[in-house]
């Protein structure tokens, strides 16, 4: 019903930048929250940002000031900017969707995942 592709993932070093991005694509009605979650080996997947349909904004304290959440002009693609990598941000990015169907009712959708590599 709802697929999440999400891109951008890499390897770089500290100070550096990486810009993820993440599409919604199938039968969507409407996205009611979009977002970004992470997770290093041994941890439990944490937020890391989401947007919401009226543009609000959430971040982790860990990522505020150099991580940034937005959409897309279509509504249905999310990016996270980020600047001033460190090695502590160093996981596997999930793209997140909280979204209604044409079919049915609202659901919660995970893309694959994305690996994001900070080196010292």
């Known amino acids: 019903q709802v697929q999440l592709a999400e891109s951008g993932g890499g390897s770089v070093q500290a100070g550096e930048s990486l810009r993820l991005s993440c599409a919604a694509s199938g039968s969507i009605l409407r996205i009611h929250r979009m977002g970004w979650y992470r997770q290093s080996p041994g941890k439990q997947r944490e937020l890391v940002a989401t947007i919401n349909s009226g543009g609000s904004t959430n971040y982790a304290d860990s990522v505020k000031g150099r991580f940034t959440i937005s959409r897309g002009d279509a509504k249905n693609t999310v990016y996270l900017q980020m600047n001033s990598l460190k090695p502590e941000d160093t996981a596997v990015y999930y793209c997140?969707?909280?979204?209604?169907?044409?079919?049915?009712?609202?659901?919660?959708?995970w893309g694959q995942g994305t690996l994001v590599t900070v080196s010292p």
């Open positions: 997140n969707a909280y979204a209604l169907p044409y079919s049915g009712s609202n659901l919660e959708v």
